[in-house]
């Protein structure tokens, strides 16, 4: 089921879609898709023991706080209003049903879990900025902070990808 | 002497005085800025002795950490700090929240 929703939110951002996505539309996602880490992290730290675990948790739930404050004064700056999309409902689906079932687990077992999905949620995001959000984003601004968004989400699943080595 | 040739001959001065100072020089100061993930380009003609400002532009918090251990400096975002350097020799520095950004630095006796 899980692989089904993260699989259905990473078409919505990855495919063309018939209208590329909007300024407002972008930063609906991009905010709503930081908010998923900062409560995936928040999660981590409340049930995780594991050192290398809960620095890499701190480290999500600092930048995303800071990228989505970022973005928050520029949108406001713009005069824009993030605006709901499809794919930011489906993204906050699957997020839900992930922290749920994470909650079922304990010790090591929630720490393979909450690792291996942060690598391939960062991955999904990572395409999707690549592929679609970054490309279609019109206001100079906005593409600035979804660049630096991408290069720090890409150190993100790097480090994901470290922890996750370690724990196996 | 038109404008342009003053600005010339006073450049010409300056890169004079630079490369006759002798590596005793006084320390002098170098800044590096960290802004949207990486850091600045690395200053040349380094000199043990030498201070470093590190000036974070970014909204993100980084840190200035070298990899032999000679310096590891907090960096909140927005802020400064300063390093002397104290050895010489090729120094890697690295983020250590994101050890992706890089720099080397070449410091002269």
Known sequence: MRILLLGAAAFAIAAPAAAAPSDPQIAHIAYTAGQIDVAAGKQALARSHDKRVRAFAQEMVRDHQAVNEKALALVKKLGVTP????????????????????????????????????VAYHRTVNGALRGTLIPSASNGELKALLETGLTLFTEHQKHAEHVAAELR | ????????????????????????????????????????????????????????????????????????????????????????????VACKFHPGMKLQLNVAR
């Open chain 2, 1 to 92: 002497m038109r404008p342009g040739r003053l600005v010339l001959a006073l450049a010409g001065a300056a890169a004079a005085a630079a490369l006759a100072s002798p590596a005793s020089a006084a320390p002098r100061v170098a800044t590096i800025v960290i802004d949207k993930m990486r850091f600045g380009p690395a200053p040349a003609g380094l000199h043990v002795g030498d201070r470093i400002v590190w000036v974070n532009k970014d909204f993100l918090r980084h840190s200035a950490t070298a990899a032999d251990r000679s310096f590891d400096l907090d960096l909140p975002a927005g802020k400064s700090g300063a390093v002397v350097l104290r050895k010489a020799g090729v120094v890697a």
């Open chain 1, 83 to 118: 605006q709901a999309n499809p794919t930011s409902a489906a993204l906050s689906k699957g997020a839900a049903a992930k922290l749920k079932e994470l909650g079922r687990l304990k010790g090591a077992a929630f720490d393979r879990a909450y690792i291996a999905n942060e």
